[in-house]
């Protein structure tokens, strides 16, 4: 049953046009402006983002900072094992390797800071840390390489430039193991543009999980819902995006994360009534949207959540036909490619 639903998902990728490192400077990617009323179809680049963004518009970010949370180990007999982090769970963390390991093995990062295998849990793995686990995120910073995603396998990145580039500019909150990429496009310059053209500029956070590259389960149909991810908006911006909502402004969310951020606090009525806290929140067709009047996003996988999320919001027919333009006029794809806006 859900694999004929993800099917209409489906389409080509050129593995060519599959972004290995992001353009420089980010704000010259290029942009696929889209009017859902007219079928208009503008090529531009973020660098002319504020021509297409109305006056008084609030445009949504995600603030999340992104862990460095891929660290490589050695075992005892030399083979080096690369450990993804995904969470924290009481005394242990739930990782993915990219070797087999087996209970009790030790995997070193320097003699006396290694991970012990615990146990093995269908594709994850818990260990246990030689280190107190409240330093976790310093092993991190001092150790960690970029979470950077499976399709990204090509990179002519360095390690420091990977964690650079794989990271808002203005990323605050650590608790993400993927990147917000929509966000990945804006610089200061752009921002402060968009700033002196009277558009007001908010922030959330929602930390992004594992299940942003998880593959679509008959589960997730059956539940109608996704993996859970933390969320949260200050009081001064929710009272900011409440009173814009009452005013009929236009809400801008920049990334498929603010969606689901923005779309799991709010209620029918417009007002923010779950600020804080976790979201399984399943976005697809049928769906009716309560707060997002336009979306700024990157070009998804195929088959995936975020795409169907995407759908939901501007016509999945629609959606396809602007995946072939982008396609035939050779847009860079997924996280480190180019972007488009829709309204």
Same mark, same amino acid.
């Given at each position: 049953?859900?694999?004929?639903?993800?099917?209409?998902?489906?389409?080509?990728?050129?593995?060519?046009?599959?972004?290995?490192?992001?353009?420089?400077?980010?704000?010259?990617?290029?942009?696929?402006?889209?009017?859902? &009323? *007219?079928? $208009?179809?503008?090529?531009?680049?973020? @660098?002319?983002?504020?021509? #297409?963004?109305?006056?008084?518009?609030?445009? %949504?970010?995600?603030?999340?900072?992104?862990?460095?949370?891929?660290?490589?180990?050695?075992?005892?007999?030399?083979?080096?094992?690369?450990?993804?982090?995904?969470?924290?769970?009481?005394?242990?963390?739930?990782?993915?390797?990219?070797?087999?390991?087996?209970?009790?093995?030790?995997?070193? &990062? *320097?003699? $006396?800071?290694?991970?012990?295998?615990? @146990?093995?849990?269908?594709? #994850?793995?818990?260990?246990?840390?030689?280190? %107190?686990?409240?330093?976790?995120?310093?092993?991190?910073?001092?150790?960690?390489?970029?979470?950077?995603?499976?399709?990204?396998?090509?990179?002519?990145?360095?390690?420091?430039?990977?964690?650079?580039?794989?990271?808002?500019?203005?990323?605050?909150?650590?608790?993400?193991?993927?990147?917000?990429?929509?966000?990945?496009?804006?610089?200061?310059?752009?921002?402060?543009?968009?700033?002196?053209?009277?558009?007001?500029?908010?922030? %959330?956070?929602?930390?992004?999980?594992?299940?942003?590259?998880?593959?679509?389960?008959?589960?997730?149909?059956?539940?109608?819902?996704?993996?859970?991810?933390?969320?949260?908006?200050?009081?001064?911006?929710?009272?900011?995006?409440?009173?814009?909502?009452?005013?009929?402004?236009?809400?801008?969310?920049?990334?498929?994360?603010?969606?689901?951020?923005?779309?799991?606090?709010?209620?029918?009525?417009?007002?923010?009534?779950?600020?804080?806290?976790?979201?399984?929140?399943?976005?697809?067709?049928?769906?009716?949207?309560?707060?997002?009047?336009?979306?700024?996003?990157?070009?998804?996988?195929?088959?995936?959540?975020?795409?169907?999320?995407?759908?939901?919001?501007?016509k999945r027919s629609e959606i396809l036909k602007l995946y072939q333009h982008a396609i035939k006029k050779r847009y860079r794809l997924f996280s480190f490619g180019d972007g488009m806006l829709i309204k």
């Open positions: 049953m859900f694999e004929t639903i993800l099917k209409k998902y489906d389409y080509q990728i050129p593995k060519d046009l599959i972004a290995q490192k992001p353009v420089t400077p980010r704000d010259a990617a290029r942009l696929l402006v889209y009017e859902k &009323l *007219t079928k $208009k179809i503008v090529d531009s680049t973020f @660098k002319n983002l504020a021509d #297409f963004i109305p006056t008084n518009a609030v445009l %949504v970010f995600n603030e999340t900072k992104v862990i460095p949370a891929r660290v490589e180990t050695v075992k005892a007999n030399g083979v080096k094992v690369i450990v993804s982090y995904v969470e924290r769970k009481g005394k242990l963390i739930k990782v993915m390797l990219n070797k087999n390991v087996k209970v009790g093995d030790k995997l070193f &990062l *320097t003699r $006396k800071t290694y991970f012990t295998v615990k @146990k093995v849990d269908d594709k #994850f793995f818990w260990l246990s840390c030689s280190f %107190v686990l409240s330093g976790l995120n310093d092993i991190f910073e001092k150790y960690g390489r970029a979470p950077l995603p499976p399709y990204i396998d090509a990179s002519p990145l360095s390690v420091k430039q990977a964690r650079a580039e794989y990271q808002t500019v203005f990323a605050k909150t650590p608790g993400s193991i993927a990147a917000p990429t929509a966000s990945l496009h804006f610089t200061k310059s752009l921002l402060r543009k968009l700033k002196a053209k009277g558009v007001t500029l908010q922030y %959330v956070t929602l930390h992004v999980g594992l299940g942003t590259f998880a593959l679509l389960t008959d589960e997730n149909f059956k539940r109608n819902k996704l993996h859970e991810e933390w969320y949260s908006i200050d009081h001064q911006t929710a009272n900011i995006l409440a009173k814009a909502k009452a005013q009929n402004r236009p809400i801008i969310a920049v990334g498929t994360t603010v969606v689901r951020t923005l779309e799991s606090a709010f209620n029918q009525r417009g007002k923010i009534t779950k600020p804080k806290g976790s979201t399984a929140l399943f976005i697809r067709e049928g769906y009716k949207f309560k707060v997002v009047n336009a979306l700024i996003t990157n070009f998804h996988v195929p088959k995936s959540s975020l795409l169907m999320l995407v759908c939901a919001f501007g």
